[in-house]
T-cell receptor
Framework: GQNIDQPTEMTATEGAIVQINCTYQ??????LFWYQQHAGEAPTFLSY????GLEEKGRFSSFLSRSKGYSYLLLKELQMKDSASYLC???????????FGDGTTLTVKP | DVKVTQSSRYLVKRTGEKVFLECVQD?????MFWYRQDPGLGLRLIYF???????EKGDIPEGYSVSREKKERFSLILESASTNQTSMYLC???????????FGPGTRLTVT
């Protein structure tokens, strides 16, 4: 099975940088996703890592270390609209099935 | 534009009723998923399907069944609704391994 850990809540200031960590223990690994979910809305895809290293996409970057079972999502130049829940999801080797962490609720303050 | 739709945004049912939640995707995706999302428990997989008429149990299948008669449609069935099935239900689809999931808007089900 999969075990995924993320911090429950984080707070940061507008314009700052924040790093949201995700650690996982897995019996099969095919990649790691990050999703963003605003309150009352569905999750939307942010990033996907399958190889070790950093993937950059605009203000958002995601890092993966497969040997350490560790990933992080880095958000730069924070904006108020970045206040949301961020979900880490590990994809196993079974038909594209993913296991989701409980999510990290990020609050961006002025 | 990619689209996953769910039949209802809000639904109120009584204990013991049979409940159908419908999900339709227009992306010709092979994989479809049903999750429930509860505060403090995150997204939990109920069932998923990797092809027409194929289904596999997720982490919490008890009390639920599914049907996939056509590629674009995946139905979640609560045979006899109970109050502990009050939750937000999210449907998703993806084109396979290494591909992101696209989520529907969710159905908030209340069982009284």
């Amino acid at each position: 099975g999969q075990n995924i850990d993320q911090p429950t809540e984080m707070t940061a200031t507008e314009g700052a940088i924040v790093q949201i960590n995700c650690t996982y223990q897995t019996s099969g690994f095919n990649g790691l996703f990050w999703y963003q979910q605003h309150a009352g809305e569905a999750p939307t895809f942010l990033s996907y890592n399958v190889l070790d290293g950093l993937e950059e996409k605009g203000r958002f970057s995601s890092f993966l270390s497969r040997s350490k079972g560790y990933s992080y999502l880095l958000l730069k130049e924070l904006q108020m609209k970045d206040s949301a829940s961020y979900l880490c999801a590990v994809q196993g080797t079974n038909a594209g099935k993913s296991t989701f962490g409980d999510g990290t609720t990020l609050t961006v303050k002025p | 534009d990619v689209k996953v739709t769910q039949s209802s945004r809000y639904l109120v049912k009584r204990t013991g009723e049979k409940v159908f939640l419908e999900c339709v995707q227009d992306m010709d995706h092979e994989n479809m998923f049903w999750y429930r999302q509860d505060p403090g428990l995150g997204l939990r997989l109920i069932y998923f399907s990797y092809d027409v008429k194929m289904k596999e149990k997720g982490d919490i299948p008890e009390g639920y069944s599914v049907s996939r008669e056509k590629k674009e449609r995946f139905s979640l069935i609560l045979e006899s609704a109970s109050t502990n099935q009050t939750s937000m239900y999210l449907c998703a689809s993806s084109s396979g391994q290494g591909r992101e999931q696209y989520f529907g808007p969710g159905t908030r089900l209340t069982v009284t």
